[in-house]
């Protein structure tokens, strides 16, 4: 017998989603929100707790989205609230500097030896936009590669896609990007040495920085061979090319060093976001000393903003960040995580169902393949989103939150309890069921 789930009310959600039509481009202020890959219309959430969600029509529901990443201690932290509220009493920004960006830099660079000085900015996209300017100002070169399959934000010289051939230049994926900028951008294969090789030997000397995700999570896990990894630090050394890393999810996901320290490689620049700001709106770039002196006002890479380092966000930052120091803090998220995993891959095996669950810290990926291994974005299938989109209806059915896309991965939080787990497997268990009824 077919298995069928009643749906979820939508009535006040969907009420919400005409209204903000009426507001803003397609009804949201960032595009994925829109539920345009997975089935309804966006659900609009009031509060969240711990690991639970409730949206305007009162359904609960356990989250992995997490905000797309910061929240890896779940909603409504107690001690960030506190900090928050604290600095709440004091005003909300000055515009000059606080001894709370000292206190969250201190926190980051005395834990963190893959970085000497830091800059905070508001984003994440903001800071890969900063650090590509300062490779480019440091190495007085022009080019960048980045790979398919990678996000770096929405900064124009990184919204390029990939032509066709081993090596090209990139075409633009959005609109509005001027032909002039794509092209400085070249966008090559993950996991391809050969394709390495030639760009530096095809662009010689002109090539400022490659720069990848720690570990892409952008557009599916696409987790990387260390050696490859290794490689691609060798290479850009050899060019006297830099190195960027962008950590704006690894960062104080895979560790509180991310993946540097995951693969003990030294970036020459690393960009964080998400979690650094502990919910709130903070990204940052950091490097060595000698790197980080071509930013002004010390030197000629202009940088700036506004609201860099406000103080409620750096408040947040800096309670979040605490938690994260303590003791085994990352080996339980991380252990936690696999066990989650491992037992839904015995339900997988043994109903032999066509789906892989990638992992890599408290970070997860459903992809419905036979393949063990993807490391490169043209693997993915993208006829196997249609998979994804039952499940999520299915999930949401059931009162589990994931990403409202295939492409994007999952966060266990360390407010997810066991027994938030154990449901999550029970859901999982009968949306696959349906998937592949
Ligand atoms: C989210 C993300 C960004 C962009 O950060 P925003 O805060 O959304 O601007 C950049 N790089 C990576 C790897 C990301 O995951």
Known sequence: M???????????????????????????????????????????????????????????????????????????????????????????????????????????????????????????????????????????R????????????HSDALLVKAGSGLVTFGETSSAGVPKAFA????????????????????????????????VPANNGLLLQDPEYIKFLRQITSDNSSMLIFDEVITGFRLGFQGAAHYYGIQPDIITYGKIIGGGMPVGAYGASNEIMESISPQGPVYQAGTLSGNPIAMAAGIA?????????????????TLNFVEQIRSFIQEKKYKVQIFTIGSIFWFAFTDRTRITRADQIDANSMTKYKIMHRALLNQGVYFGPSGYEVGF??????????????????????????
């Open 2 to 140: 077919a298995i069928k789930l009643e749906d979820i009310s939508r009535e006040k959600s969907t009420e919400l989603f005409e209204n903000a039509q009426k507001f803003f481009p397609g009804g949201v202020n960032s595009p994925v929100r829109a539920f345009k890959s997975v089935y309804g219309s966006p659900l609009f959430i009031e509060r969240g707790d711990r690991a639970h969600i409730w949206d305007a029509d009162g359904n609960e529901f356990i989250d992995f989205c997490c905000s797309w990443g910061p929240l890896i201690l779940g909603h409504n932290n107690p001690q960030i609230r506190e900090s928050v509220a604290s600095q709440l009493d004091k005003g909300l920004s000055f515009g000059a500097p606080t001894r709370l960006e000292n206190e969250l830099a201190a926190l980051i660079l005395k834990n963190n030896s893959y970085i000497e000085k830091i800059r905070f900015v508001s984003s994440g996209t903001e800071a890969v936009m900063s650090a590509i300017r300062l490779a480019r100002g440091y190495t007085k």
């Open 142 to 153: 022009d080019k960048i590669v980045k790979f398919d399959g990678c996000y770096h934000g």
């Open 183 to 214: 092209e400085e951008t070249i966008v090559i294969a993950l996991d391809d040495k050969a394709a390495l090789e030639k760009v530096f030997a095809d662009f010689k000397d002109q090539i400022a920085a490659v720069i990848i995700e720690g």
């Open 320 to 336: 979040a960040l605490n938690i994260l120091l303590q003791e085994q803090f990352y080996k339980n998220q991380e252990d936690t």
């Open 412 to 437: 266990i939080s360390s407010a997810h309890t066991e027994q938030d787990l154990a449901t999550t497997i029970s859901a999982i268990k009968v949306a696959l069921d349906i998937v592949f009824q």
